[in-house]
């Protein structure tokens, strides 16, 4: 195995302007507001990668119906899950944010008895709406990724499956769905990035995310650029250990498939 | 192992008995009225050119293609098939379809093994899922008949690691931890690189002499000579002939199969 050397010239250099970079901004920026406000920007934190992690899960979940239905479903479902992708990839999320938030946010206290049912405290919260948006954003792209993934393995692999007298459900818990998987995984990693950088949009609707706490130390100190690279440096980290952890598991996926 | 389900069919009466298959695809006809009657016990070898239809045969057998018209009796009953929108005929009852394809053991062309899994996961699957064994027993089978096709060492490793030789003996081995009844092998060597057809074929004669009952798709003349009890030569859809290799090969009768037989010397 062929391991990549750390401690290269160019890499040492590279390191040492960044130490410097680091030094200077340290020393000539503001940084004394960051004790009073970590414990809101750690809250914040959470709040993101709760966001990130529950609406990737949900939204590939409901993803795989979407995929399957365009695969192998009858016309009118095809047709209906085609058109649902379409239109969550042909519009942008901020406006499907507040079409789910106003639109509905708006309809819902004329429904008849709804303000006295148990659900109402959570309809009125900013959260489920995020929630529900972010979800239905993923499941849209994953949808259109894990159809071609679906299309994509090979038709023996299943056949030897149905030869066997294998349910089709279990052929697609055991064999279509581990493959199609297998094949989003290096797209998987770019799509979960991006998802992670549509999540501060759930600002505008006044959940309070790493990017609106920022927001809120930039708007009571009048300090404008620090929190701003904080916060850059933030994403930039949680990126970078979304990749790591998409690397880790295409070098699982890769060493099977490869002799 | 004591799962072997199913009554055994009486001796007088054919374990696969086909009668009148058609199948059309696009509307053309490529099987034009095959009858084949397989008995427990019997090696069948189809054997014909590209294109006469013989592998579309074995694979109707299974219904992994859905024939136009004709009648499919296994193991004594007759699949209940009803007609489709496309005008094939399709499965009425799909478990029993799949009760019946569990007694078929089907070996391809491409091995078609699962690539995410292990050889010993690819042996365990169906039998944990289809017969419901556990997974010590899945195991014990898988590592038996792994160390039987001579891949036991390999056991761990995935399909795309070894040979295509290795990979069809791995996949005769999952059809095998069914315990089938009745083997159906479409070409089985004909993607495997010439010096790796003997050990294929090595497995499946061994499979012979044991007294199984098996359809084989084939265009390895002298194997199917060697291994045989019927051969049947097809030509554009019908079956030509039948009889013994030596008939067939030492005697035909049809200009076709004169033409096959020398074309092959």
Not at chain 1, 186 to 209: H, M, R, S, W, Y
Request: glycine share 8%.
């Amino acid at each position: 195995m062929f391991k990549a050397q750390v401690l290269v010239a160019h890499r040492i250099a590279l390191a040492l302007f960044f130490a410097a970079l680091f030094a200077l901004a340290a020393v000539n920026m503001q940084w004394d507001w960051i004790p009073d406000y970590a414990a809101k920007i750690l809250q914040g934190l959470a709040k993101t990668i709760v966001l990130l992690i529950s609406t990737s899960i949900a939204g590939f979940i409901l993803c795989i119906p979407i995929a399957l239905a365009q695969v192998c479903g009858p016309k009118p479902l095809a047709w209906l899950a085609h058109k649902f992708c379409t239109i969550i990839r042909g519009t942008p999320l901020l406006l499907q944010i507040w079409l789910l938030y106003y639109g509905l946010g708006s309809i819902f206290p004329y429904v008849p008895g709804l303000r006295e049912a148990w659900i109402w405290p959570y309809l009125i919260d900013p959260w489920p709406y995020a929630f529900v948006a972010l979800t239905l954003s993923f499941a849209g792209y994953e949808g259109e990724t894990m159809r071609g993934a679906f299309a994509g393995v090979a038709k023996g692999e299943l056949e030897a499956g149905h030869a066997l007298g294998m349910h089709p459900f279990t052929i697609l818990r055991r064999i279509w769905l581990p493959r199609a998987i297998q094949r989003v995984l290096p797209t998987l990693n770019g799509e979960l990035i991006l998802q992670l950088k549509a999540t501060p949009l759930v600002a505008t609707i006044a959940v309070v995310d790493t990017y609106a706490i920022f927001a809120r130390i930039r708007q009571e100190t009048y300090i404008i650029y620090e929190p701003l690279l904080l916060l850059a440096l933030t994403y930039l980290l949680l990126a970078g250990l979304i990749t790591l952890l998409c690397k880790y598991f295409e070098a699982k996926s890769r060493a099977r498939l490869s002799s | 192992m004591n799962k072997k389900s199913a009554t055994p069919a009486r001796a007088d009466q054919p374990v696969v008995d086909i009668r009148g298959l058609r199948k059309s695809f696009a509307g053309i006809e490529v099987l034009k009225g095959i009858d084949l009657q397989a008995y427990a016990g019997e090696v069948i070898a189809l054997i014909g050119g590209s294109g006469s239809g013989k592998s579309t045969t074995l694979r109707c057998i299974n219904l992994l293609e859905a024939p136009s018209a004709g009648s499919i009796s296994l193991f004594g009953t007759p699949l209940q098939l009803k007609p489709c929108s496309t005008g094939d005929l399709q499965i009425a009852d799909r478990a029993q379809l799949r009760r019946i394809r569990a007694k078929l053991g089907m070996v391809f062309q491409n091995f078609n093994l699962w690539p995410h899994l292990s050889l010993e996961q690819n042996i365990m699957e169906a039998p944990m899922q289809v017969l419901r064994y556990s997974k010590g027993e899945a195991r014990d089978a898988a590592h038996a008949l792994l160390e039987r096709v001579g891949l036991y060492e390999k056991r761990c490793s995935y399909p795309a690691t070894l040979s295509g030789g290795q990979q069809q003996r791995a996949a005769i081995a999952r059809s095998l931890a069914m315990e089938p009844e009745v083997m159906l092998f479409d070409e089985p060597t004909s993607a495997l690189d010439p010096e790796l057809v003997a050990e294929v074929l090595a497995v499946i004669q061994g499979l012979a002499e044991e007294g199984r009952t098996m359809i084989i798709v084939t265009h390895e003349m002298k194997f199917a000579a060697q291994v045989a009890n019927k051969i049947m030569f097809l030509n554009e859809g019908r079956v030509e002939e039948e009889g013994t290799a030596q008939q067939i090969f030492g005697n035909p009768n049809s200009e076709r199969l004169k033409q096959f037989v020398s074309s092959i010397k």
